[in-house]
């Protein structure tokens, strides 16, 4: 599964989310690198975010909580309520539900979420379960962090790693694939051990206390989407440094086996934040005390688009390009194997 390109959503999504008559209760809806819409129910806020997951059978409840879970997060609240919808290829797959259901609520009872409903259905058209998780969370007066609101002067916080989620998934889905260039069954389980990292819910509440300025969980399109996104709704220009990055070896092998690039692989389980230089050093002090791997990877500056250091080169990108993923290119590369 991947992206549409922006301009595509542009014409053909965008224009249909903003109905003709004015709705005052609607504080921010769809658009697009902000990944949750705010509503005022009386006199508090609320948070609400969708997310599908698709492909990944093992774990695919757990994996699609966590997931919809990280946006309401990373917008500096944590989440509290959920709805599910499965839908399985055949009305036989009772007991495929019944996994589905059982890792949704190990996810929701990790984070403390209440699944409150949801659909269930079977559907011919399908050949793998799609799990689509909404997830819900009222504000209760915290301040509410966008995907726009990092400031020149900032320094970046990038948690987690590059291209975490996607190189545990290629350890699960292609790992004949991985043995035949040359991984190892070590090299495969350390792997698939990483998508157990996927939440990010801690390390948000962290960095949300520590006064972010911004934040984006980092899904499909990579680090280098994410930052794109941050750059293109704050109004400024990102300055990385990937030696700066959190060291992840085993995502280092695989990118070298299967010749892929981490900065562009999914990699739920890592988050892109801002921060002002006065908190950068206590936050991640915090994280660091928590068990998280993070680093201090670069500034924010007057400008657009992100400039980043890598190896000894200079890259600079502008324009976003939602639709290029790594892990869509390797499904389309290693599918008939």
């Not at 004015?22 to 997310?51: M, P, Q, W």
């Not at 259905?121 to 819900?136: C, F, K, L, Q």
């Not at 924010?300 to 000894?312: D, F, H, Q, W």
Request: one cysteine or more; charged letters at 25%.
């Amino acid at each position: 599964m991947s992206k549409f390109p922006y301009e595509m959503l542009k014409e053909c999504v965008y224009p249909f989310t903003r109905p003709e008559h004015e709705d005052d209760s609607v504080i921010l809806g769809a658009t697009f690198g902000e990944d949750v819409a705010l509503t005022r129910v009386g006199k508090d806020l609320l948070l609400s975010h969708v997310d599908p997951i698709v492909g990944a059978v093992s774990g695919i409840g757990w994996l699609a909580m966590h997931v919809a879970c990280n946006d309401i997060a990373c917008s500096g609240i944590r989440p509290r309520w959920a709805q599910i919808l499965v839908l399985v290829p055949t009305k036989e797959d009772h007991q495929l539900v019944r996994e589905i259901m059982a890792d949704a609520a190990k996810a929701a009872e990790e984070i403390q979420v209440t699944i409150v409903g949801g659909h269930t259905g079977y559907s011919s058209g399908i050949s793998r379960p799609v799990v689509a998780v909404t997830a819900m969370a009222p504000a209760m007066n915290r301040r509410i962090i966008g995907t726009g609101g990092a400031r020149p002067g900032d320094h970046i916080i990038i948690t987690g790693g590059a291209g975490i989620e996607g190189t545990s998934i290629l350890a699960v889905d292609f790992a004949d694939e991985g043995r035949f260039l040359g991984l190892s069954e070590d090299e495969l389980r350390e792997a698939s051990r990483l998508s157990d990292e996927v939440s990010v819910v801690t390390e948000a509440m962290i960095l949300a206390d520590h006064g972010a300025t911004s934040m984006h969980d980092v899904t499909r399109g990579g680090i280098l989407e994410t930052s794109i996104e941050i750059s293109r709704l704050s109004g400024v220009s990102l300055e990385i440094d990937a030696a700066l990055l959190p060291s992840r070896p085993i995502v280092d092998r695989f990118a070298e086996a299967f010749s892929f690039d981490p900065l562009k692989m999914i990699s739920s389980g890592s988050l892109v934040a801002t921060i002002s230089s006065e908190t950068v050093a206590t936050a991640l002090k915090a994280l660091h005390g928590s068990g998280i791997h993070a680093g201090d990877v670069g500034t924010v500056k007057e400008g657009r688009g992100i400039t980043l250091y890598r190896k000894g080169t200079r890259f600079t990108e502008t324009e976003v390009h939602c639709e290029d993923d790594e892990l869509a290119r390797m499904w389309a590369i290693h599918k008939e194997s």
